[in-house]
Structures are given as C-alpha cells and as structure tokens.
C-alpha cells in the first residue's frame, strides 16, 4: 500500500469532520537558494505565512476547524486568548466577521498598543478585554468569567484556549503536513528535516500526527519561543495522542523534538540570534519573519546548520507560520 493510501485510510473518519475554507490552499512550497547557499544546506520554506485570510498565518488552518464547529453547535459568539499582539486572536476576530459571530478576546500582557495584530483584531471587530501580568492561567481565567457573563446574557459560546490549540484545531496541522509531503514528493525535494516555531503546541501535535499518518522519516524539530522543552515536550505530546484518536494513528514518544535555546529572555523579547535571522530572510529571500516567533525558529534552524547538527546538504524545510504583522507593532 502506498503512503497515500494508507493516510486515506487513516483519514477516513477526519476527512467527514466539518471544516471551512477560508485558509488558501495549499501555499507555497519554495525554494531558497541565496539562504540555502549561505548555510550550505537545501533549504525550502513551507508559506503558511500566505494562507490570506485575515492576513493569514498557521492558525487559520486551525480556525477552519475551530470555527465550522462553532458554527456547528449554533454558537452566536467565540472567545480567544492570547496576548495582546495576538496573531490567533487577530485571525480569530477575522473568521467571526464573515461568519457572522461575535467575537470577544481576552488579551494578556503588556499595555495594549493601536498597532500590528491588535489594531488589526480592532478592525475586524472584536471587542478587547485586557488582563494584566503575563501568566497564561490567569488570561484563561478570566475568559472563563467573561463566558459565565456572556451565557447569562443569552449568547452561545464557542471558547477557544490560547492558540486554538485543541485536538480539532492541531487536526488543521496533520493536513498542513501532508499538503507540505505532496508538494515536496511533486518537486522531487522531500525534506529531511523540518523546522518550525512552537508555543502552545498545537501546530507541533498535528505536524507529528501528520509525520506518522505519512510515514515520513525525517526530524521534526520544534523551536521553543515561550515554554521551556520539557513542558512544551509534554504538552505537544499529549495533543498529539488526543489528536492521533481522531486520524486512527498512535504516536512514538520519541518523535517529540522541542528546542529551547532561542527563547532568550522570554517569549516577546527579541535576541540577537533572532534579529540576524529576520535580516538573513528579508535580504536574500524577500521573507518577513517576526521576532517573536519565526526569527527565533529561524535562528535555531541556522544554529543547526552552522553547528553541523544538521549535516552539510541537508534537505531542511522551514515552516513558516506567519506573524508578520508583528513588525509594525
Ligand atoms: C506566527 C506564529 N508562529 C508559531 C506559533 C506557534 O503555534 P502553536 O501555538 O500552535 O504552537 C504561533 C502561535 O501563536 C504564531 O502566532
């Protein structure tokens, strides 16, 4: 049996789950000779920072599961969480305004800013609250309150936690896997390695649940820009198991590959590895990396290749999931 056929097989019962198609599909896989020269590596980029809708990024393939659901349940309005320059609250606030839902977000962290994402989830509609201090628990917190507040009211509430990171919403990343095989396989350039940026671990659970549906080889290596590696391990695995129970697939421990050495002095500050990076792809790729995620993701795929962990010639693709409004925040 061929991969594809066993992949079908598993996805079976997934590929009857409800699902928009707001995301463009399937973005770009592209090559980048001036990086891959510069590194000596074969490096490719998978655009998830081009699938359009709400200025795009990797969670809308998890919103078009995310929200159909929703939309399934007869919910009248959604809630997310995140910080305040949120790009999942961004394309949260997107999605309820062609659906016709309204849209709360609980945003924590610093004082907000008219700017990047936020000014960006403000124009698509949503109403703001803010949570002071930086503990994700306390963000989720207070979502829960504002749920209890809104139910009373009589409103139908869809409530998404940080990063739309549930089984359903990392199920968006297992098809982004496949997507990113199929177009590697029809260019002859299947990657040996992938990486990526991870923070609430949702996109990493689908890509490893995406990894065993395929049979794919390589390394998938996860790039810490919040949580340290072992709870970022741990939590990616966990949504990959509940992930794997809805694409009949079981997964291997040993799989999980989180790197923690880019994130520097916290999630949001920029380092100076990070810096270099998003310079590196602005000047010899055209490619707009924003500091908080993908320069650091970046920055570890280009520690890797200097250090020869990844070895010489290697075929890397580097997902990109977005984030660029960041650079005007
Ligand atoms: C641009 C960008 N890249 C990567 C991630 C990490 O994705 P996940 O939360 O699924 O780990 C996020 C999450 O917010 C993001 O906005």
């Given amino acids: 049996m061929s991969w594809q056929d066993e992949m079908q097989h598993r996805m079976e019962s997934a590929n009857s789950i409800p699902r928009l198609s707001l995301s463009l599909l399937p973005s770009f896989y592209q090559n980048l000779k001036p990086i891959s020269d510069e590194l ?8 998830d920072d081009m699938t359009a809708f709400g200025f795009g990024g990797n969670k809308t393939r998890k919103l078009d599961f995310l929200v159909a659901e929703a939309l399934q349940q007869k919910a009248t309005h959604i809630i997310a969480v995140g910080a305040v320059q949120s790009n999942f609250c961004r394309m949260a606030a997107a999605y309820a305004s062609v659906t016709g839902l309204k849209c709360t977000l609980v945003l924590g962290g610093a004082q907000p800013k008219h700017t990047g994402n936020h000014l960006l989830s403000e124009l698509f509609g949503a109403e703001c609250h803010y949570v002071a201090g930086e503990d ?11 749920e209890m507040q809104l139910l009373a009211r009589g409103e139908i509430i869809y409530r ?18 496949v997507e990113m095989l199929m177009q590697a396989e029809e260019t002859n350039a299947v990657p040996e390695y992938m990486y ?3 923070s609430s671990g949702g996109t990493h659970a689908g890509l490893l649940v995406g990894q065993e549906v395929t049979g794919w080889e390589g390394t998938l290596q996860g790039i810490a820009v919040a949580k340290d590696m072992l709870a970022l391990g741990k939590e990616a695995l966990g949504l990959a198991t509940m992930t794997g129970v809805l694409c009949k697939t079981i997964l291997k421990e040993g799989a999980v590959h989180v ?3 880019q994130i520097g002095e916290g999630y949001g500050l920029p380092t100076n590895a990070a ?9 010899k790729g055209g490619i707009v990396l924003d ?3 993908t320069a650091k993701a970046a920055a570890g795929l280009i520690a890797d290749a200097r250090s020869g962990k990844i070895p010489k010639g290697s075929r890397v693709v580097f997902l990109h999931t ?3 409004p960041e650079v005007w925040a």
Avoid at 160 to 177: C, D, H, K, Q, R
């Fill in 322 to 324: 977005g984030g660029s």
């Fill in 136 to 146: 994700w628990q306390d963000w989720e917190e207070a979502a829960a309150k504002l």
């Fill in 259 to 261: 790197d923690d050495s």
């Fill in 196 to 198: 990526f940026a991870t």
């Fill in 40 to 47: 000596d590596i074969d490096l490719w980029c998978k655009r």
């Fill in 291 to 293: 500091t908080v995620y």
């Fill in 160 to 177: 998404m936690p940080i990063g739309g990171s549930t089984p359903l919403g990392a199920l968006g990343y297992v098809y982004g896997f």
């Fill in 275 to 283: 810096l270099e990076a998003q310079e590196l792809f602005a000047r």
